[in-house]
């Protein structure tokens, strides 16, 4: 069984940073596919980032270039760094995996397994 938990989503302002953090469980073998989402309420879910065993990772244009997706393999661990955070940041964040491929990254229904979310608030 699959179990993912986010953590780290804090209140900043903009311009600053912060790590989120997703403990993932369950979620074995050496290959992976793992993602970031984020959504509004009332707005559609967005793929923000995606990183997978062949070593690839990608964001979505909006935060490409002051993003960076990780794992830490040994500490069952996903990360999303984020620095130069604007007020449109501002969502819930969720990790999400899924057992599928050949799929685009940022199809929601592909990824079977999500966490709870973090929110995220970027004001002054």
């Known amino acids: 069984e699959v179990h993912l938990v986010e953590s780290g989503g804090p209140s900043v302002q903009p311009g600053g940073s912060l790590r989120l953090s997703c403990a993932v469980s369950?979620?074995?073998?050496?290959?992976?596919?793992m993602a970031w989402f984020r959504q509004v309420p009332g707005e559609e879910r967005e793929g923000v980032a995606a990183i997978d065993s062949n070593g690839g990772a990608i964001y979505v244009d909006t935060v490409k270039g002051r993003s960076t997706i990780s794992i830490d393999i040994a500490q069952n661990t996903l990360y999303l760094q984020m620095n130069s955070l604007k007020p449109e940041d501002t969502a819930m964040y969720y990790c999400?995996?899924?057992?599928?491929?050949?799929?685009?990254?940022?199809?929601?229904?592909?990824?079977?397994?999500w966490g709870q979310g973090t929110q995220v608030t970027v004001s002054s």
């Open positions: 999400a995996a899924r057992d599928v491929y050949g799929i685009t990254w940022n199809n929601i229904r592909s990824y079977n397994y």
């Open positions: 369950g979620y074995t073998g050496s290959n992976y596919c």
